[in-house]
């Protein structure tokens, strides 16, 4: 039994020396911390274009080439676009 004991000691020493582990879990929070983040500010930016958009008239949005039932859908197909070409010129993949 004590040898047992002395076997467990051993490898929890030798996991909490080696620190790989630890590091590599709070290198994937602080990303998924990123990522979070990230996508905070993409939906945020995206919601207020869309209450600016929808505050304007039908006047306005026909000078714009928008009307009301396209806002939604506009607003995120080019807030995805910038955010692809963003990612693009940063050479890393959408999301990352």
């Avoid at 039994?1 to 002395?6: E, R, T």
């Amino acid at each position: 039994m004590a040898s047992h004991a002395k076997s467990q000691d051993a490898a929890l020493t030798g996991a909490l020396s080696a620190g790989g582990t630890g590091r590599g879990l709070l290198a994937r929070a602080w990303a998924a911390l990123g990522a979070w983040v990230a996508a905070v500010f993409f939906w945020r930016s995206v919601s207020r274009a869309i209450d600016r958009l929808s505050s304007l008239s039908d006047a306005d949005l026909k000078r714009l080439g928008l009307e009301r039932n396209e806002i939604v859908a506009r607003v995120y197909e080019e807030a995805r676009a910038a955010q692809d070409r963003r990612a693009g010129a940063a050479g890393h993949p959408r999301g990352l």
